[in-house]
Every structure is written in C-alpha cells, then in structure tokens.
C-alpha cells in the first residue's frame, strides 16, 4: 500500500500562488508515477499533472502549462504542486495519486486538499 497526504490547499485571492504538498509513504514509492488532480463543483475529476519518481517524466493538462509547476524531493518523498497566476476557476479539491509505473490506472489517492481562489 502507498499512502499519501496532502497539505498547503487554502483561500486565495486571483493572482495569487500557491503551493500543495503530497508526501507519500508505504511501498517503493519510487517505482510510481504520481499525479496531480482536482475536482470542482458539480464537475468531473481531471488530470493536472503527473511526475515520475525516477527520470522526472513530466506531463501537464493543456490549462496547467504555463502556470503550474509539478516538482518532486526524493528524499522526502513529497511531490509538490506549484500553483501561480490562480483563477477562480482554479478552485476545486486537489487530489494526489499515485499508480505503479507499469499500470495506467492510478490505484491509490489522498484525501484531497481544498483550494479556493477569490475574485
């Protein structure tokens, strides 16, 4: 099993950045991809970005180029998620999660942490 725990979710101000953490912990958390994701009201979860332990392979959503940076502390085995330039439509749940690096399905998540960004 891999656990995973998010922090840094918070209320912003549009224009504001913001930067989540997601420390993982259990299995070889090396051999994952771990993900970014997040879930606005009434709306579907969707991809945001996605790193690899090992390689740093980095894939973002087409709204996050540009704006969000996805990092990772090997050491502390903790993927961050830079946020800059946040929206109002930036506001959802952030999720993070993890699948193994031969799998497409990403098999463990955290509890989510709440991001809202005022106008």
């Known amino acids: 099993q891999v656990q995973l725990v998010e922090s840094g979710g918070g209320l912003v101000q549009a224009g504001d950045s913001l930067r989540l953490s997601c420390e993982a912990s259990?299995?070889?958390?090396?051999?994952?991809?771990m993900g970014w994701f997040r879930q606005a009201p009434g709306k579907e979860r969707e991809f945001v970005a996605s790193?690899?332990?090992?390689?740093?392979?980095?894939y973002y959503a087409d709204f996050a180029k540009g704006r969000f940076t996805i990092s990772r502390d090997n050491a502390k085995s903790t993927v961050y998620l830079q946020m800059s330039s946040l929206k109002p439509e930036d506001t959802a749940v952030y999720y993070c999660?993890?699948?193994?690096?031969?799998?497409?399905?990403?098999?463990?998540w955290g509890q989510g942490t709440q991001v809202t960004v005022s106008s």
């Open positions: 999660a993890a699948r193994p690096m031969t799998s497409t399905e990403y098999a463990h």
């Open positions: 259990g299995r070889t958390v090396s051999r994952y991809f």
């Open positions: 790193i690899a332990w090992i390689g740093g392979m980095l």
